[in-house]
């Protein structure tokens, strides 16, 4: 099968019937007619019928190597650096359905996919069965069309196996049994990200110390999102109203993040990629350049989403009437340097890209671990502008049945602007407010911060995988001592 439209998307989820519970409650019933998912659906749909249009499937998808039907393009290794930059055109068509509110549009686990299967020559070492698994299990991804979620966390509680056995505390997820089957797998794993609204599930947590030769927390595979013994238990619904004028961002682009239980879930050997081997699992990771392939699909995200609170953020200034105030100026300017920073990361990237020891053109890791370390610090600050600009406009605000009602006329007569009518300026401040106070805001700020682990992770990553350091250290001792050290 080719890739997939929006219909055969929206379909596949509604058939789906994995086991969901929100607000108490197990979700029965079509998902894309659910309250919490069917904004997401819509706009995922959108997406999926937009690669499919005669106008883009050129551009977005490349013959199967197996089959010779078109595919979707992130799926492609990139073999040359004509390669990235299609792959860049591909997702920056898709942001331009999610304006980069999307942390886990399809282009992101597809990229994910992608880098594992290039690397998988690193399983081979260790079983060469587990190495084949995973690239039959990226060619059907791709083939497919899947759309795919992942977990790599755990509760906090249950990362360190000493402290769950002293305090009587769940243990990290594990292998507790293996038979003719295949791996029976136990435990939990927190924030899978539009798992409900995907067709299948990757897991491959990072795995805590462990005394025995074979680490029953150290695994890696994928199963459908509806496999038996997997519960998905959903956070509460952000979504604030189906109104696209009450709630401009929640009611399209809201993700769902949930539990995942598995709760004596047998995986089948064929879609086992890592199982007891820590010392792969955690190499795996770094050599297979996940960061680096996945970063160069974020920072097109990023750019998108960055672009939308500038152009946010102008539309303020002109209904405030504040375009000449030097403090304003000086705000605005802070978000133009933002957005061209990532700018000049994403050519840098592109343009120093090199073939790795798997045939991939990969990407600068310099600019790439620079810009994952660089937005999670800025975004916050871009979100205090909106609020520092559209202050009382942020709190003071109509509703769209305001508008409908007996005293509309008032409104519509106050509420103008010179630049817009009542309800426009609306409009306006509710997006604002969405992007800058709500819990749907409050939610895209916290995954900024922590899209790729916290401070001290992504600052140890380009630390430790900056390239040159030493050569200008070295530079500063042959000026210092005239290489007579």
Known sequence: MPMKNGGQYTERINNNMAHVWLSGEQVKGPLSEHRAFKGLMATQSSMYDMQCEQAWISKMSYPSPLTGDPVGLSFLQPKTKK????????????????????????????????????ASGLLEESNPQFAFNLQNYYAYCRDHDI????????????RIPNICQMFDLPEPARIVDKNNEGIVIQGTFLLDTQGVTSDEILVFPVAPPSELEENPHAFAFAVPSNWPGITFLCRESFVGGESSFNYPLSSRFEEMDTLVFFDHVVVPWDR????????????????????????AQIIGKNIAKTEFLLGTIENLIDVAGMENHAQVIEKVAEVIVALETLKA?????????????????????????????????????????????????????????????????????????????AQQNVQLSRLAWELSVSAFGGRQTVYERFFFGNAAIVNNRLYNGYQGGESFKQRVKDFLYGGNE
């Not at 190499?283 to 392939?293: A, N, P, V």
Request: with cysteine; charged share 20%; hydrophobic share 40%.
């Open 83 to 118: 390669d990235l930059a299609a792959r860049r055109e591909m997702m920056q068509a898709w942001t331009s359905k999610h304006y980069g509110f999307m942390g886990r549009s399809p282009d992101y686990m597809n990229t994910a996919l992608m880098a594992y299967s290039a």
């Open 147 to 158: 759309t795919l979620s992942h977990v790599f966390v755990q509760p906090r509680a249950s």
């Open 272 to 295: 086992v990629f890592i199982c007891g081997d820590a010392h792969v699992a955690s190499r795996f990771f770094e050599d297979s350049h996940f960061y680096i392939h996945t970063g």
């Open 345 to 421: 990361l994403q050519i840098a990237a592109e343009k120093k890209a090199s073939r790795d020891r798997w045939g991939s053109m990969l990407p600068d890791q310099n600019a790439l671990l620079t810009a994952s370390v660089y937005y999670p610090k800025i975004y916050p600050r871009l979100i205090e502008i909106i609020q520092l600009i559209g202050a009382s406009t942020l709190i003071m605000i109509p509703d769209e049945r305001d508008f409908q009602s007996e005293i509309k006329e008032l409104i519509l007569d106050s509420m103008k602007t010179v630049h817009l009518n």
